[in-house]
Nanobody, 127 residues
Framework: QVQLVESGGGLVQAGGSLRLSCAASGRTFSRYAMGWFRQAPGKEREFVAATFWSDRRTFYTTSVKGRCTVSRDNAKDTVYLLCNSLKPEDTANYYC????????????????????WGQGTQVTVSS
C-alpha cells in the first residue's frame, strides 16, 4: 500500500521559515515526480512545487518562487519543502503528492497529474 506521510507543519510567525518533509513508501518512486499542493480554507487546492526523480528539475508556482525550495532524497524516497519569508497567505493544509514524470512534465500544476496524495500537514503563519 502506497503511503505519503507529511511532517513539519505548525505555527510560525510571518517572516519565519518552515521545512516540510514527506516520506513515501509502498512502491518504488523512481521516475516519479514528487511535490506539494496546498489548500487554504474556502479556497481551491493550489500547486506549490514539484521535483523530478530523474534529473531533479523543479517547478514552482509564482507566489512561492524565490521563497521556497523543493528537494528530494531519492535514496529515502523523501521530498522536502523549505520556505522562507513566510506570509499569512501561505497558511494552508499542505499535501505531498507523487506522479509519473511523463505525466507530470506536461502539466505539473494539475492535481490530476498526480496518482498519490498524503493526508496533509497544516501550516499556519501568524501576522
Amino acid at each position: 500500500q502506497v503511503q505519503l506521510v507529511e511532517s513539519g507543519g505548525g505555527l510560525v510567525q510571518a517572516g519565519g521559515s518552515l521545512r516540510l518533509s514527506c516520506a513515501a513508501s509502498g512502491r518504488t518512486f523512481s521516475r516519479y515526480a514528487m511535490g506539494w499542493f496546498r489548500q487554504a480554507p474556502g479556497k481551491e487546492r493550489e500547486f506549490v512545487a514539484a521535483t523530478f526523480w530523474s534529473d531533479r528539475r523543479t517547478f514552482y508556482t509564482t507566489s512561492v518562487k524565490g521563497r521556497c525550495t523543493v528537494s528530494r532524497d531519492n535514496a529515502k524516497d523523501t521530498v522536502y519543502l523549505l520556505c522562507n519569508s513566510l506570509k499569512p497567505e501561505d497558511t494552508a493544509n499542505y499535501y505531498c503528492v507523487a506522479g509519473a514524470e511523463d505525466i507530470v512534465v506536461v502539466t505539473p500544476a494539475r492535481a490530476d497529474a498526480y496518482d498519490f496524495w498524503g493526508q496533509g500537514t497544516q501550516v499556519t503563519v501568524s501576522s
